[in-house]
């Protein structure tokens, strides 16, 4: 059964401590990774979508990093904000599937 | 580019009643968009795939009869929640493919059934 976890389920940081966030994943011919952010009341903004292991994709303090089992989202020294629920999203069977997503929160 | 909207944002009913959700691609064609359902601090579980001009398909557990999905357009897709109960309360949050396999949000609507 395809299945991701996300893991920590919440995260609080000091401004400008760098961290990351994991998901791990077990999915049947994947066909892509994605990560999104969302904040309280909306919906999913897209961030990423990553298609091999290996591959890394950056956009201003985040980069996100794929292997076979696992994809990383590294903040980099975060401001404010960046607090929101990041989930990440793998693609396989013709479907996405969701995690539960890390709820970040960057203290000023 | 690639913005979906959604209307209308929130929407409060009674016990009984239908409620209808509209889901549109604003700029560029869709010919398949998808609806979720989120209950808090879950996960987007998807309900079911919008085909535009043809059926749509729907998860495992997704009661077609009562979601009923319709996508007359390119642009357009409507999820009709009959007979709401209190139990369908949720956020209610549409997507559509501007290319293949980079789905794009709607900003999701709000159902409260008292």
């Known amino acids: 059964e395809d299945q991701v976890t996300q893991s920590p389920e919440a995260l609080r940081l000091q401004e400008g401590e760098s961290s990351s966030l994991n998901c791990s994943y077990t999915v049947s011919g994947l066909r892509g990774l994605f990560w999104y952010r969302q904040d309280p009341g909306k919906g999913p903004e897209f961030l990423f979508t990553l298609y091999s292991a290996g591959e890394e994709k950056e956009k201003e303090r985040l980069k996100a990093t794929l292997t076979k089992k696992e994809s990383f989202l590294h903040i980099t020294a975060p401001k404010p904000e960046d607090s929101a629920t990041y989930l990440c999203a793998p693609h396989g069977n013709g479907k996405i599937i969701f995690g539960k997503g890390t709820r970040l929160h960057i203290l000023p | 580019g690639a913005v979906v909207s959604q209307h209308p944002s929130r929407v409060i009913c009674k016990s009984g009643t239908s409620v209808k959700i509209e889901c549109r691609s604003l700029d560029f064609q869709a010919t398949t968009m998808f609806w979720y359902r989120q209950f808090p601090k879950q996960s987007l579980m998807l309900m079911a795939t919008s085909n535009e001009g043809s059926k749509a398909t729907y998860e495992q557990g997704v009661e077609k009869d009562k979601f009923l999905i319709n996508h007359a357009s390119l642009t357009l897709s409507t999820l009709t929640v009959t007979s709401a109960h209190p139990e369908d309360s949720s956020f209610y949050i549409c997507?559509?493919?501007?290319?293949?396999?980079?789905?794009?949000f709607g900003p999701g609507t709000r159902l409260l059934v008292l």
């Open positions: 997507s559509a493919e501007p290319r293949a396999e980079t789905q794009y």
